[in-house]
């Protein structure tokens, strides 16, 4: 049994076949998974599918890129959402130094506002970042996001920093790229990090795994994950599929 901690089932990408890809989901043993909202389209189309599956969750955040067009009325419009019974999170939320569409000053102000809210309503954050993981951190420590904690979401960077997070309470979650071949960083992070604190996810559809890269991705391919997991770390895919599964039900606090 496998739990995805991050899918974007409700993306255009999936609207000519969801049904099947969800079905593809559970036969490869995917149970659980949380779909990331990130925008106006995405976040209500996120609890919809939560509300229509049994153990689908969402969580609802605003995307780093997108960071420009957020407003009193989008943060007010989170912090109503937070309190319906399928979100269990709030994010995705953080920083991207990739695309310019934001500025980095306008970035971090949105992000701190979000975490600001996810303390309030004591809830578990789900971090985006791309090239940023100092700024990210150092506004993590200084907004005390350790209160609530929270997903490194398909962590990417230097094992060095892990450390860091999890001093604050996160989890570590490796999605397709520890598959890939070239892909040192990741594969060193899956070696590390300790069992109680990892996590799966695909990120679909971006990011397929190995041998399936470049194509759409899938929540059925999160177990190439925990397989590439096992094999790295010497231990059996049962194990990391157990240990990621129990990991995810704890921070979302589910039963
Ligand atoms: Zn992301
Ligand atoms: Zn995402």
């Given at each position: ?29 995917v149970?659980?998974?949380v ?21 689908f ?21 989170l ?6 019974p ?37 809830m ?132």
């Amino acid at each position: 049994m496998l739990f995805d901690t991050h899918v974007h089932l409700n993306v255009r990408q999936f609207d000519q076949d969801r049904e099947e890809v969800i079905e593809r989901a559970k036969e490869a043993g995917v149970t659980h998974m949380v779909i990331v909202g990130f925008d106006h389209e995405t976040i209500p189309k996120a609890i919809e599918l939560a509300e229509t599956y049994e153990h689908f969750y969402a969580a609802v955040g605003w995307h780093p890129v997108d960071a420009i067009d957020f407003t009193e009325k989008e943060l007010k419009w989170l912090e109503e959402l937070a309190s319906h019974p399928k979100v269990v999170a709030l994010g995705e939320m953080g920083l991207d130094y990739h695309w310019d569409k934001s500025p980095h000053d306008v970035q971090k102000e949105v992000f701190r506002k979000q975490i600001r809210l996810a303390r309030e309503v004591n809830m578990p954050i789900i971090i985006h970042n791309r090239e940023a993981t100092e700024d990210i951190i150092k506004i993590l420590q200084e907004e005390q996001a350790s209160e609530v904690g929270g997903i490194m979401h398909c962590y990417n960077d230097d094992p060095i920093y892990v450390p860091a997070c999890l001093d604050m309470n996160f989890y570590i979650s490796l999605g397709g790229p520890v598959t890939f071949k070239n892909a040192k960083l990741p594969k060193e992070v899956a070696k590390m990090v300790p069992l109680d604190r990892l996590l799966i996810e695909t990120d679909c559809p971006f990011l397929a795994p190995h041998p399936n890269r470049g194509k759409r991705n899938e929540p059925a391919y999160v177990a190439l994950v925990a397989d590439q997991i096992a094999t790295l770390r010497g231990i059996s895919a049962e194990e990391v599929q157990e240990a990621t599964r129990k990991n995810a039900h704890h921070l979302f606090r589910l039963s």
